[in-house]
């Protein structure tokens, strides 16, 4: 009998809202995140992907708590680090060093008052590692090898160095405490696509050295196919579908899912040339004011009366595949 895997991440109905004025004395929300509800297991990549601004990236710094969630549940390795229903908060500090970010944008991320040995050195003081002098050089200087970097770059500033060596110094400043936990916040999209590799790859070297988790957020359907055991897909703020990476590339059975993948360019050209790509027809509408029923009914071209009325339910329809779409319950 197999050994069952262990799920270091499992969130359950977790809101994000943020309070907007939109008028005199007139107060509203944008709901960046509803009701997702998800688990990641230990050793795992679990992508994330969908269109600008449906909550992706506020998901990710949500589950780490750099967004205090509205409600829902967050458990981490056994512990609950946040329960809106039992008044449960912990105290972060600890797991920061379990739990770290990647960012997407490395220049933006890089204090570029700070050389790179104050950078990913900062961590170590604030969580007290490695505290004698030559222990936290030797450490820095690891890291930076760890990450393709050369030990005497610990003295220069983020400005000298190019996107994917600022990207590297980042990946490094998350390494710095040792953590279980990443959430990749598309770090490769600021970066170019011969660069793009090489990041990806060193992510992958070194979950397999340290058996690193993450949560690799991502535009790139291909990469995210490429990096990722199981694949979510986001739409305005909610989770419409989850698999397996191949199972849901292959088979993709929410309409948003089957519009994104028609969508990715494929190798062969002669297939490229005859494949039939779905055109959604409107906008999205604004996480201000979002449809009633399910989120995607506006766009949908299977929506009937009831998708406008009711939120579907995230179901298993195939084992581990998971989809919220009325369309599949008949």
């Known amino acids: 009998m197999s050994e069952e895997r262990k799920k270091l991440l499992e969130v359950t109905k977790?809101?994000?809202?943020?309070?907007?004025?939109?008028?005199?004395?007139?107060?509203?929300?944008?709901?960046?995140?509803?009701?997702?509800?998800?688990?990641?297991?230990?050793?795992?990549?679990?992508?994330?992907?969908?269109?600008?601004?449906?909550?992706?990236?506020?998901?990710?710094?949500t589950v780490l708590r750099l967004y205090e969630p509205t409600s829902g549940k967050i458990v981490y390795d056994g512990d609950t680090i946040y329960d809106s229903e039992k008044g449960v908060s912990a105290n972060m500090l600890?797991?920061?060093?379990?739990?770290?970010?990647?960012?997407?944008?490395?220049?933006?991320?890089?204090?570029?008052?700070?050389?790179?040995?104050?950078?990913?050195?900062?961590?170590?003081?604030?969580?007290?590692?490695?505290?004698?002098?030559?222990?936290?050089?030797?450490?820095?200087?690891e890291l930076l090898t760890q990450v393709g970097l050369n030990s005497e770059h610990a003295n220069r500033f983020p400005h000298e160095f190019s996107g994917g060596q600022q990207q590297r110094i980042g990946i490094a400043r998350a390494l710095a405490v040792e953590p279980q936990f990443i959430v990749c916040d598309e770090p490769i999209s600021a970066l170019d696509v011969s660069i793009q590799s090489q990041v990806v790859n060193m992510l992958e070297d070194l979950q397999h050295e340290i058996g690193l988790t993450y949560l690799f957020i991502a535009h790139d359907l291909s990469v995210v196919r490429h990096i990722s055991n199981r694949i979510g897909v986001m739409y305005l703020g909610c989770l419409v579908e989850l698999a397996e990476s191949y199972e849901l590339c292959a088979h993709p059975i929410h309409p948003y899912a089957q519009t994104l993948l028609s969508a990715v360019p494929l190798t062969d050209p002669e297939k490229n040339r005859h494949r039939q790509r779905i055109l959604l027809q409107g906008d999205i509408p604004s996480p201000l004011n979002p449809p009633s029923g399910c989120r995607f009914h506006t766009r949908c071209p299977y929506?009937?009366?009831?998708?406008?009325?009711?939120?579907?339910?995230?179901?298993?329809?195939?084992?581990?595949?998971?989809?919220?779409?009325?369309?599949?319950?008949n």
């Open 303 to 329: 929506a009937t009366e009831r998708c406008k009325e009711v939120m579907p339910e995230l179901k298993e329809h195939s084992p581990g595949h998971y989809a919220a779409c009325h369309m599949l319950e």
């Open 14 to 61: 977790l809101r994000k809202y943020f309070p907007v004025s939109a008028g005199f004395m007139k107060k509203s929300n944008v709901q960046a995140v509803q009701d997702v509800s998800l688990y990641i297991y230990e050793g795992e990549t679990l992508g994330l992907v969908g269109e600008s601004g449906c909550g992706k990236t506020t998901f990710g710094r």
């Open 94 to 141: 600890p797991y920061r060093r379990k739990m770290q970010l990647i960012f997407q944008d490395p220049s933006a991320s890089l204090d570029p008052r700070m050389t790179v040995g104050e950078i990913v050195g900062e961590a170590l003081d604030i969580h007290g590692l490695y505290p004698g002098k030559q222990e936290r050089a030797d450490r820095i200087s």
